[in-house]
């Protein structure tokens, strides 16, 4: 994984810190041009991974990214499935079983029908499972999505009912039907990080807020240290700037401090941000990793 | 440990259930919901004990605590029946869809010695609690009018008919948006003596309201308005939003973050200044156990168990403040039956002009 993945929070309304920014965020990128121009701002100050979400808009991305092969040949899609809002919709209108219906696709191949209809039938939750994954990846046909991950609302809701199987459903199919990496987004990094060890889901690849301010780490922040320091996983750290609490040189030094980082993920809307950003990485990666590992 | 059961699987349910689950100090000890479904999903992975009976499961469960996220029409025989059995009961709002019952359902926890709570999850909103911290210093003087809104995108088309979608079985934007907004302002302004101008009107339901308008009326002339809308696209989730005006400021609060004007008459508060103070989630949030949708939905329930385990006698959400926003719901629903207290063919006062004063008595002659 490269050092730098840029997230897609900023193009689709959502500002922990700000109702009014999300908005005007939301406007600013309306038009599906105005998120690629920025893309093509981070492809161009190297960061060639777009950590996204399954949102519908996503597609005409992906649309764009396949119809300009020879601009985007080294361009990595890192998918984050599902959109929940779109379930959670559905479920308040049709149940959780409803929902997980209305999301399986009307009319296909028999082998979809079986997975589907068998699946419902014998309370077997994998058929479904991977239909759904089938469903959402759909949009990234012919593009590189060597990591698939799986949203942490998703995750953190199957961590606390105790439902592991699910992971285990999850990891399985994203390397078999994709040849992809799974990865786990979570706000409960140390509870997750033990249920994976005992599914023996070897070094996995997990996403959480790792920030100086503690900001929606739970799970204690004395508890991600240590797991940063004595847990087998590649850890990509979002948040990193907590929502804009921390000045970004001081968020940026102290993430690369830590061990066991091998990614972050960032958002930004101008070039300049993103370059900043990247300058920044540049300037104290090498410098703490050479502390961590000493 | 607390041995609790989750009771009706909706998406609330479910929510409560994956929170609380991972509760250091708690076993879930059953779920009950009336879908045998979902449930027998639920046991085979996870081994979670079952029923699709409530009373069958109050008699064989050994419980501390019910939380209940069934349809709100049947709420009240639930919590009755779980606290004549002795235990601490966290339901789902709104409380009832019965006034004389919430009061009664109030009165009959504090007689059991039983914890109550509504699962208002706004009052543990940090930007919230510090307005409602802000009030009580009063740090912008004398408050004269509150806007309380809410809006969000859940009712974008005609639907089929389930509960949710029948006011009298506790659908509609009224029971189900409007509630939070009319919630916060019991907390902060307490009881209105009066409702006026409520209108409670369909976008796109046919037995009940999407949108929700009126006036509060408190003592002392304070008064409110409440603005919600639950068919609006614009937003990508429930937005809801405080406005309160003072003699000596204002505030402005949603979730993520709380904006005070503060004049130089404010007595000011440590930590602000005067004019423009902004104060976001980051700062007001406090970290919680385990997080699976909000900091709020994690931390309402663990102060329910901590109420429990610690016997605390402070009770944020108890049944009767729940009774008091279930009281206003049903003002505005006579209120909004009645229509326009003013028609345009009313026959209107003639008003008296005095003739006094400066200007009265240079123009006269």
């Known amino acids: 994984m490269d050092k730098l993945l840029f997230g897609d929070n900023q193009f689709f309304g959502v500002n922990h810190m700000s109702e009014e920014k999300a908005r005007s965020q939301a406007m600013r990128f309306q038009d ?8 093509d701002n981070a492809y161009d100050e190297g960061i060639k991974t777009f950590m996204c979400t399954t949102h519908e808009r996503i597609a005409l991305v992906c649309d764009h990214m396949r119809a300009n092969p020879e601009r985007y040949a080294d361009y990595k899609f890192y998918p984050c499935m599902p959109y929940a809002h779109k379930y959670a919709n559905a479920m308040t209108d049709h149940g959780l079983l ?4 209305n999301f399986l696709p009307e009319e296909g191949f028999i082998d979809s029908a079986m997975r589907g209809g068998m699946s419902l039938a014998k309370k077997d939750i994998e058929g479904i499972t991977t239909l759904l994954i089938d469903a959402e990846m759909k949009m990234f046909a012919g593009l590189q999505t060597p990591v698939i991950f799986l949203q942490n609302v998703v995750v953190d809701f199957l961590l606390g009912l105790g439902f592991n199987e699910a992971f285990r459903i999850f990891a399985n199919h994203v390397k078999a039907r994709y040849g992809a990496e799974p990865g786990f987004i979570t706000m409960n990094m140390p509870k997750l990080l033990d249920v994976l060890e005992e ?17 929606r780490m739970s799970g204690g922040f004395e508890a991600y240290e240590a797991s940063l320091k004595d847990k087998k996983f590649r850890a990509i750290a979002m948040s990193v700037f907590a929502s804009g609490a921390i000045p970004p040189e001081e968020a940026i030094e102290w993430i690369c401090e830590q061990p066991n980082i091998e990614s972050i993920v960032f958002g930004a809307s101008s070039r300049g941000n993103i370059r900043s950003t990247r300058e920044l990485v540049d300037r104290y990666w090498q410098k703490g990793h050479a502390k961590s590992v000493a | 440990m607390i041995r609790i059961a989750v009771v009706g699987l909706g998406k609330m349910g479910l929510s409560h259930h994956s929170i609380i689950n991972a509760h250091p100090n708690v076993t879930l000890a059953a779920v009950c919901d009336a879908t045998g479904y979902v449930l027998d999903v639920l046991n085979k992975y996870t081994g979670v004990r079952t029923f699709t009976d409530f009373d069958e499961m109050l008699r064989e469960a050994e419980l501390d605590a019910v939380i209940i996220a069934t349809p709100s029409s049947m709420h009240g025989a639930m919590v009755r029946a779980a606290l004549d059995k002795g235990l601490h009961v966290f339901c789902e709002k709104p409380f009832s869809l019965d006034t004389k019952e919430s009061d009664e359902l109030a009165a009959l926890a504090l007689e059991k010695g039983a914890v109550n709570q509504v699962g208002y999850h706004y009052r543990f909103v940090g930007a919230f609690q510090e307005v409602k911290r802000l009030l009580e210093l009063g740090a912008i003087g004398e408050v004269s009018h509150v806007l309380a809104e809410a809006y969000g995108p859940v009712v974008m088309r005609t639907k089929g008919s389930t509960w949710r979608t029948q006011r009298t079985a506790g659908g509609g934007c009224l029971y189900d948006y409007a509630a939070h907004p009319l919630n916060l302002l019991n907390w902060y302004l307490g009881m209105p003596h ?3 101008g409520s209108v409670l009107n369909s976008v796109f339901s046919k037995e009940t309201d999407d949108e929700v308008f009126g006036t509060l009326y408190f003592d002392g002339g304070k008064n409110a308005q409440i603005s919600v809308n639950w068919s609006d696209e614009s937003y990508r989730k429930m937005s809801t939003k405080i406005s309160i005006w003072g003699t000596a400021g204002r505030i402005i609060a949603d979730r993520q973050e709380i904006q005070v004007y503060l004049r130089d008459t404010a007595k000011i508060p440590d930590g602000y200044q005067l004019g423009w103070n902004l104060r976001n989630t980051t700062e007001l949030t406090d970290e919680v156990g385990f997080y699976v949708r909000g900091e709020e939905y994690s931390a309402q329930l663990d102060y329910f168990v901590k109420c429990i385990a610690e016997k605390r006698p402070d009770n944020v959400n108890s049944f009767s403040s729940a009774a008091e926003t279930d009281k206003v719901i049903a003002m505005m629903i006579a209120d909004a039956e009645k229509g326009p207290s003013v028609s345009n063919d009313t026959v209107l006062p003639t008003p008296s002009i005095k003739k006094s004063g400066i200007f009265s008595s240079l123009f006269s002659k």
């Open chain 1, 32 to 39: 599906i041009k105005t998120v690629i121009e920025v893309l």
């Open chain 1, 98 to 101: 409803g929902a997980i219906k």
């Open chain 1, 199 to 215: 599914l023996g889901i070897e070094n996995p690849i997990v996403c959480a807020n790792i920030n100086k301010a503690g900001f």
């Open chain 2, 194 to 196: 009066g409702v006026g």
